[in-house]
């Protein structure tokens, strides 16, 4: 038999309890089409029955009809997941997306591996995206109607995303606001502009949680969700995210960006319920 994930029973109990329990990130329904695809193994033989009784110290290997990624990738942490969407926490210096110079190393296909290899059939797509060097959380829908529905109600159905970021500087004031119109020149860099037509409304707030070693630690609050907007708001103000020299930073102590999207607020867009995920501070930014 080929070699695959491999689950040892721990006291006798039926299948399909027992593989829920082995993917907690993952549906009913997709757990069950594990079985149904005949990809479980017991003790070294298919089974598809969802009631079938395991007994303690019996192995169950799960081995996909093909090979379709990995599933163990150590990037990827999965922080929820339903039928509709799956909210992951993406680690700094990982693209969300492919890009022309990068096409497989991201976040986008670890984890449509990470589906696949629950069904060949399973798919995502991007809903937002983080910048590459910015850690934290990341929402990708799981068919095309909560994708489209998701971004065409974004202000709607989003409540809050939450960051944290170390800047450079005291920042004078305990909570702030900075709003302003960002414009994209030609060469990618996102700038401030006075010209309305030319730029999109951006707001940000602001509030200085700590200050040490002429840095402040500030929590922010995205009101809109433009390229680059933090970087280029802290920019604006006199005190750039630290480690971001794209936008002005000096220093770069923490050997990436001091920025992580620690919270996301979103209305189910199938059952209308409050979800809010939240995603611990990177130990380097600690």
């Known amino acids: 038999m080929k ?56 192995i169950i ?9 990995n599933i163990t990738d150590s990037r ?30 991201t ?22 995206r983080l910048d590459k060097d910015t850690s934290g959380l990341v929402l990708f829908a799981k068919d095309i109607k909560t994708k489209n529905y998701l971004q065409n109600h974004w202000n709607e ?33 996102v700038v401030v502009t006075k010209d309305k037509k030319k730029g999109k409304k951006s707001i940000t707030l602001y509030e200085r949680v700590k200050v040490e070693d002429n840095r402040s630690f500030l929590r922010l609050n995205l009101k809109t969700g433009r390229k680059n907007q933090i970087r280029v708001h802290m920019k604006s103000i006199g005190h ?3 480690g971001d020299k794209k936008y002005g930073s000096t220093i770069d102590p923490y050997h ?7 919270s996301l607020v979103l209305k189910d867009p199938k059952t209308n319920e409050i979800k809010k995920w939240v995603s611990k501070i990177p130990k380097q930014l600690q």
């Not at 992951?88 to 022309?100: F, H, Q, R």
């Not at 809050?160 to 994209?184: F, T």
């Not at 990436?256 to 999207?261: G, K, V, Y």
Request: proline content about 4%.
């Open 240 to 242: 750039p995210v630290i």
């Open 61 to 69: 290997t799960i081995i996909p009809k093909k090979h379709y990624g």
């Open 76 to 105: 990827l942490k999965i922080i929820d997941e339903t039928d509709s969407y799956i909210v992951v926490d993406k680690p700094a210096g990982l693209l969300t997306i492919a890009t022309e110079k990068e096409k497989e190393n």
């Open 157 to 189: 159905m989003v409540l809050e995303r939450g960051y944290w970021a170390v800047v450079e500087g005291v920042v004078p004031s305990e909570k702030g606001k900075i709003e302003n119109y960002l414009e994209e020149t030609k060469d990618y860099q």
């Open 3 to 58: 070699e695959g994930q491999k689950f040892k029973v721990t006291e006798d109990c039926e299948l399909l309890n027992f593989l829920l329990k082995c993917y907690p990130a993952s549906s009913r329904k997709k757990v069950k089409s594990i079985l149904t695809s005949g990809e479980v193994y017991y003790e070294g033989q298919v089974v598809t029955q969802f009631n079938k009784i395991l007994k303690k110290g019996s």
């Open 256 to 262: 990436r960006l001091a920025l992580h999207a620690y």
């Open 107 to 128: 976040l986008y296909h670890i984890v449509a591996n990470y589906v696949q290899s629950l069904h060949p059939q399973n798919k995502i797509y991007i809903v937002h």
